[in-house]
């Protein structure tokens, strides 16, 4: 697991046998607030991104068997590339799915999203900009579709935490096109008004379609059916018949993060409330609530006791000073 | 305090004065050439009003009275160039100064000959300082290390008290009038914004003015006992008033929190521990395993800043082991059989494998494709029941059976504890025999599975009630309904499809209908089976089992749709040729390396290997087979082999025989890398466990881990 702080540094902790978890490595990554750390695919080997207020993205690399005795146990982290093309803070960093190649994607708060590409997946120090999209709103985050099919052409969505009081859409979703070799928007979600902090494509794993969960003032679960291509005009971008499927505001409170299970069937949100919350569908598709976690480990009176989770195992308080976001990303069973 | 003094220095080393109130149009007043180099500072004496200061890249400070010609005095520092030179606020007579090679230097205005103390600031040069506005002891100072400090002068040596990070080279630092902790600073290079932060938290910014285009120059509070109102210059050729209330607040933007699903289920949560332990009592969960506390809280007894107590928790929620988390994915990809026994078989044993992990909608699945595609003679009828059992608890007549079978059925102690603890449904489960329906059907809804009625008829007339009692009293009435489905609209479908029917005919002849679809007229009904005797009654009317490919094939979709791709592609490869066609290359493609992804991200490389193996499309297939060359060398005479055989075409001598049995090895091989003898992975496990020698006997020690 991996964990970033505004401290400026990032950890990895490491589960041992016995469920243990230790740190690692940790290090100062940037030098300014780290706002989101995120794994690639762990066939490319053990390689983190990181995005900072200091306006860089950072790739990671972990260097094995070159330890001294000194350092044993402490992993060795190497910076491979800082990209600097953006003008104001960093606000996500994500890699493409595998099958797209090593690719990451970063959005930033002037509203660009830049898609890099390293064309030599040996060489983790070179990256070309491949692509830069201007948003026109401030971004905040933004989301891979993890789909594999050949059916469904790469696609990004971005979500904006700009909270002027207009009445732009704050979910942009952006689908590459063959025909341009451009990343053009697709749909605007025009039912998200408020500021966007999270957002996240549930894993795909077969399906035809896509589901899109949203963290705003609450919690918004989408679906993107793609209009059969005949239907469209040829050439162009898929349509896309979206649903709402889902809108919960039991946080009561800003969303700030949504996080898919492995097999995209329950998402969990956590707000400011301080509560984790677990969504799960029926086989209806109707999503209801299946549990709720309190950060502190207490169990929440009133929960649903079908809810899916021992309520809680052990804290572990990192020392992450004046720190205000610790974002976390699972590492993958490489 | 003259308003209309001013002094300017200037590349050249000249230190101009200029007197704004003179009447002329030349406002000159002074001009000091005594520096040799570029003059980068200065700086008035607070009380003084004719004593000024400046500081040369040429390494020497000046102090200027402006009644006289001049210098009074100069200070060198003895070393490089000088930054920066500001005079104490509270203490006559001391100044500082700052130097490119990092340190910083106290003078007493009175003594030019020495300095009073020196410390190394920053590592690069220092290229501003500033005096605290209130306490007297406080000097700030900003580099090209990016770094903001504060240091305490009180005491003996100074003392680092605070540190910024800053995301540029530190051009100016300004203290903020009445706010004993804040701070302005701006950048010489690449960022033009100016930041105010609070020094007590030193990561992120509480203020940030954006409006400047290029690099800003020089900033100062408008007036000393007002903190609302900051003056600003830039390259840009603009001048700003910023006023307080107008600053961004990059706070606002940071998120408090982080969430993240671990492969296997778990959940890591972390956030700011005001936030999770607002009700203080952090009294652990009765019942629960807790990971050691890694607790090393720093928090600032002094702080009343709203975000300054902010250090974070991060909290792993693991997954009860029976539903949240992934393990029934791994026993499920682990125990499926997949090829190499006939259908039905593999069916069996998937329906079993899917029994054992509670997963009873799916066995019942394989179940059916086991009716559907194959004869039920080779089965027996105990077999049967046992996967049938659920499919046929809601019939009356059924009670009894389904009294004895339950401790057979749900044998696995896990569900037994469950039940146990559920302690309203074991009632029930003792209560009547009828109500026992509801602790068997408890199970069902519990899964994410989809409800066997989807298989074989439509459900959407009542899925509304489906819906009703999955939330309240789940389990009664839903069976009642969900039973009827199962036996009628299938039937109706049957009779009412003439259509379908010639279609079938038609097929009859076709060379598709295999020896073993025709035999499956000779399935023995168990008794009192309803879907069993549908099963019978259909195949009395002698379909093929093409006919019910349609609806398979529903059900692959449903599945998928689901997020359970594993069912789909195991059905898929099971059910081979019977399936393949009806679902088109694409999704097939798609459910494939879904599956095939997930499976590595399990680490199950073997059996993502035999999915790749087992998988009829070409893009599937050729995935294994890409990049992967094996180089061989023999063992005798250390020449590569070819790749013709397993004899050497030099030595003329077999290469891998095994050291033990003395027969060529095929498949896995494994060899001591220092000896170069290996053999069957099996055979040199069993040697070496009661030996350390090499089994060729060449003497050496051979150590394979």
Redesign the interface.
């Known amino acids: 697991?991996a964990?970033?702080?505004?401290?400026?540094s990032v950890k990895v902790w490491d589960k041992s046998e016995n469920?243990?978890?230790h740190?690692t490595a940790s290090w100062k990554t940037h030098?300014?607030?780290v706002?989101r750390v995120t794994w690639a695919h762990?066939e490319f080997g053990q390689v983190l991104a990181s995005c900072s207020?200091?306006?860089t993205a950072a790739v990671w690399e972990e260097i094995v068997g070159e330890s001294n005795d000194k350092l044993r146990g402490q992993s060795h982290w190497v910076k491979r590339t800082t990209l600097v093309d953006s003008r104001t803070?960093v606000?996500d960093v994500k890699f493409a799915p595998?099958?797209m190649g090593l690719m990451l994607a970063t959005c930033s708060?002037d509203g660009v999203v830049r898609i890099y590409e390293a064309p030599d997946v040996m060489n983790l120090s070179q990256w070309s900009l491949q692509h830069e999209i201007s948003c026109k709103l401030s971004c905040?985050c933004i989301s891979w579709n993890p789909?594999?099919?050949?059916?469904h052409s790469p696609m990004i969505a971005v979500g904006s935490?700009d909270n002027s009081p207009n009445i732009l859409a704050k979910v942009q979703i952006y689908e590459y096109n063959e025909n341009t070799r451009k990343y053009a928007k697709a749909e605007a979600l025009m039912t998200v008004t408020d500021p966007v902090?999270?957002i996240a494509f549930?894993?795909?794993?077969?399906?035809?379609?896509h589901i899109l969960a949203v963290a705003t003032k609450d919690v918004r679960i989408f679906t993107l059916k793609p209009l059969r291509k005949e239907l469209t005009s040829s050439g162009g971008l898929t349509k896309f018949e979206i649903h709402i499927v889902a809108q919960f505001d039991n946080h009561n409170s800003q969303v700030?993060?949504?996080?898919?299970?492995?097999?995209?069937?329950?998402l969990?949100?956590?707000?400011?409330d301080?509560c984790?919350r677990l969504w799960?569908a029926?086989?209806?598709d109707?999503w209801?609530c299946t549990g709720i976690?309190?950060?502190?480990?207490?169990?929440v009176n009133g929960s649903s006791q079908?809810?899916?989770?021992?309520?809680?195992?052990?804290?572990?308080?990192?020392?992450?000073?004046?720190?205000?976001?610790?974002?976390?990303?699972?590492r993958?069973?490489? | 305090m003259d308003e209309n003094l001013l002094a300017t220095a200037a590349t050249n080393g000249v230190v101009v004065t200029w007197n704004l109130g003179k009447p002329s149009r030349n406002k000159q007043d002074q001009l000091f050439t005594e520096h040799k180099r570029t003059v980068n500072k200065v700086c008035f004496h607070p009380t003084e009003v004719y004593m000024l200061l400046s500081g040369s890249q040429d390494g020497y400070m000046k102090c200027f009275d402006l009644r006289k010609k001049d210098s009074v005095s100069t200070f060198s520092g003895q070393s490089e160039s000088v930054r920066d030179v500001q005079f104490s606020i509270r203490d006559y007579f001391t100044f500082a100064a700052t130097f490119e090679n990092g340190n910083v230097q106290l003078w007493d205005i009175r003594r030019p000959d020495r300095y009073e103390r020196m410390f190394t600031a920053h590592n690069g040069p220092v290229f501003c300082c500033d005096w605290h506005p209130e306490d007297r002891g406080w000097l700030a100072t900003g580099g090209r290390d990016?770094m903001v400090k504060v240091w305490d002068m009180n005491t003996t040596r100074a003392k680092e008290i605070y540190c910024v990070?800053?995301?540029a080279s530190v051009a100016r630092v300004k203290w903020r009038p009445e706010c004993k902790h804040h701070i302005a600073t701006c950048s010489m290079m690449v960022?033009h914004n100016i930041y105010v932060w609070d020094v007590?938290?030193?990561?992120?910014p509480s203020a940030m003015f954006e409006e400047h285009k290029d690099v800003t120059t020089g900033i100062v509070w408008r007036h000393l006992h007002d903190p609302y109102f900051l003056l600003s210059g830039s390259k840009d050729s603009t001048l700003y008033q910023h006023i307080f209330k107008d600053a961004s607040q990059?706070?606002d933007?940071?998120?408090?929190?982080?969430?993240?699903?671990?492969?296997y289920?778990d959940?890591?949560?972390?956030?700011?521990?005001s936030?999770?332990?607002?009700?203080s009592?952090?009294?652990?969960?009765i019942?629960?395993?807790?990971?050691?506390?890694?607790?090393?809280?720093?928090l600032d007894p002094t702080e009343q800043f709203e975000?300054?107590s902010?250090?974070?928790?991060?909290?792993?929620?693991?997954?009860?082991v029976e539903?949240?988390s992934?393990d029934w994915?791994v026993h499920t990809a682990k125990q499926y059989a997949l090829a190499g026994r006939p259908l039905a078989e593999l069916c069996d044993h998937n329906a079993k494998v899917a029994k054992g992990l509670d997963r009873n909608q799916v066995a019942q699945t394989w179940t059916m494709l086991r009716i559907i595609y194959s004869s039920l003679g080779t089965v027996s009828s105990t077999n049967l029941n046992h996967s049938m059992g659920k499919g046929s608890t809601a019939l009356p007549l059924m009670n009894s059976f389904n009294l004895k079978d339950i401790p057979a059925g749900l044998g696995s102690e896990s569900r037994l504890d469950r039940s146990k603890g559920e302690s309203r449904t074991e009632n029930i489960l003792m209560d009547s025999s009828s109500t026992l329906i509801n602790n068997e059907d408890n199970e069902e809804?519990?899964g994410?599975?989809?409800?066997a009625d989807?298989l074989l008829g439509d459900v959407e007339a009542d899925?509304d009630d489906?819906?009703m009692m999955?939330?309240e009293n789940p389990h009664a009435e839903e069976q009642e309904y969900s039973l009827p489905q199962e036996a009628f609209p299938l039937r109706h479908e049957i009779v009412d499809n003439p259509s379908a029917l010639d279609h079938l005919q038609d097929k009859a002849d076709s060379p598709h209908v295999s020896g073993n679809e025709a035999e499956t007229v000779s399935l023995t009904p168990v008794e009192s089976f309803s879907l069993i005797s549908i099963s019978h009654s259909l195949y009395e009317n002698r379909l093929p089992s093409d006919f019910f490919n349609p609806i398979v094939r529903d059900t692959l979709?449903f599945y998928?749709?689901?997020?359970?791709?594993q069912t789909?592609?195991s059905v898929l490869i099971v059910l081979g040729e019977r399936i393949r066609k009806e679902i088109d290359e694409?999704?097939q493609?798609?459910?494939y390396?879904?599956?095939i992804?997930?499976l590595q991200?399990?680490?199950l490389w073997n059996i993502s290997n035999e999915v790749i193996k087992l998988s009829t499309c070409r893009a599937i297939n050729c995935l294994n087979q890409a990049s992967t060359t094996l180089h061989v060398n023999c063992s005798n005479c250390k020449r590569p082999m070819s790749n013709r055989g397993w004899i050497c075409d030099r030595c003329r001598q077999c290469a891998s025989m095994c050291a033990v049995c003395h027969h060529v090895v095929k498949g896995l091989f494994v060899w001591c890398q220092g000896c170069s003898h290996g053999g069957h992975l099996q055979h040199i496990m069993k040697w070496l466990e009661t030996s350390s020698h090499c089994p060729a006997g060449c003497g050496h020690l051979c150590e394979y881990t």
Not at chain 2, 560 to 565: K, L, T
Request: charged share 20%; with cysteine.
């Open positions: 697991m964990t970033c702080s505004s401290d400026q469920g243990d978890w740190c030098s300014g607030s706002w762990p207020f200091d306006r803070s606000t595998k099958h708060a905040s789909s594999s099919s050949r059916a935490d902090h999270d549930a894993p795909n794993l077969g399906r035809s379609f700030w993060r949504v996080s898919w299970n492995i097999t995209g069937t329950v969990a949100s956590s707000g400011d301080g984790v799960k029926n086989y209806m109707n209801k976690l309190k950060g502190n480990g207490s169990p079908q809810g899916i989770f021992n309520a809680s195992l052990g804290s572990a308080n990192t020392s992450l000073q004046n720190s205000l976001n610790g974002s976390s990303a699972s993958k069973q490489s | 990016k990070q800053t995301i960022d007590r938290r030193p990561f992120i990059p706070i933007r940071a998120n408090p929190e982080g969430l993240c699903y671990s492969l289920g959940l890591a949560f972390a956030a700011k521990e936030l999770i332990s607002s009700d009592n952090r009294k652990p969960y019942g629960d395993r807790r990971h050691p506390i890694f607790f090393k809280r720093k975000y300054i902010s250090s974070s928790a991060l909290s792993v929620f693991e997954t009860d539903s949240g992934m994915f809804t519990e994410s599975d989809v409800p989807y899925e489906l819906y999955d939330h979709l998928a749709e689901q997020g359970d791709v789909a592609v694409q999704t493609e798609h459910w390396t879904s599956y992804d997930l991200r399990f680490q």
